[in-house]
């Protein structure tokens, strides 16, 4: 079975404050995908990246960075100095050749206070 | 690049009455175009996938007659509430790709707010 698991609900920071979003997914199949979109509070859903299961290395844009172990199936998100406008629902999700819909984590609802 | 636009972002409409909601790939082909519906505070639900020039294809529990996809081009796809009620307020959100499957970068619209009174 296919499975994302976003474990956190709620991230409160500061303003500045590093944060870690985790992302843990399943999946049977030895090549897959995985995504991050950012949801802020207009709706749209804003493609972050797009990493494919045989490029383990760790990826930086400017403050993003993600850290993705395939021993321990996670695809975690790092937001380095964030900023209030950093507000959103993020999501991860997982694809594959063998479904053709993609399977969404719950979200993590993260606030950025000044 | 990549970019999607949904039409109308909100609309509000009487109990019985039918609704149509635009999207459309403007800078690239989509293959294959994904409806999707959102509650408050939840995780995003797959209504279906319509690939061009082809029916679509419903997620189970999904009314095929109520929720009517059309994918007449590359670049468009309408999706049609029936006979709207209240339980379909929701918020609706279509994404875009260029090949099928699940596995190339899906690309969202803004969505469309939808109010049926």
């Known amino acids: 079975a296919q499975k994302v698991t976003q474990a956190q609900t709620e991230i409160s920071v500061v303003e500045k404050e590093d944060v870690t979003l985790d992302c843990v997914y399943e999946?049977?199949?030895?090549?897959?995908?995985l995504f991050w979109y950012k949801q802020p509070p207009s709706g749209e859903l804003v493609f972050l990246i797009r990493?494919?299961?045989?490029?383990?290395q760790n990826e930086i844009s400017g403050r993003y960075s993600w850290n993705f172990q395939k021993s321990t199936s996670s695809f975690n998100f790092t937001i380095t100095a964030s900023q209030v406008v950093d507000s959103a629902v993020y999501f991860c999700a997982l694809g594959t050749y063998n479904t053709d819909k993609l399977i969404f984590g719950t979200g993590t609802r993260l606030q950025v206070f000044p | 690049g990549a970019v999607v636009s949904q039409h109308p972002s909100r609309v509000i409409c009487k109990s019985g009455t039918s609704v149509k909601i635009e999207c459309r790939s403007l800078d690239f082909q989509a293959t294959t175009m994904f409806w999707y519906r959102q509650f408050p505070k939840q995780s995003l639900m797959l209504m279906a996938t319509?690939?061009?020039?082809?029916?679509?294809?419903?997620e189970q529990g999904v009314e095929k007659d109520k929720f009517l996809i059309n994918h007449a081009s590359l670049t468009l796809s309408t999706l049609t509430v029936t006979s709207a009620h209240p339980e379909d307020s929701s918020f609706y959100i279509c994404s875009a790709s260029q090949s099928q499957g699940a596995t190339d970068t899906q690309y969202f619209g803004p969505g469309t707010r939808l109010t049926v009174l």
């Open positions: 990493r494919n299961s045989f490029d383990e």
């Open positions: 999946t049977r199949d030895t090549t897959y995908y």
């Open positions: 319509s690939n061009e020039g082809s029916k679509a294809t419903y």
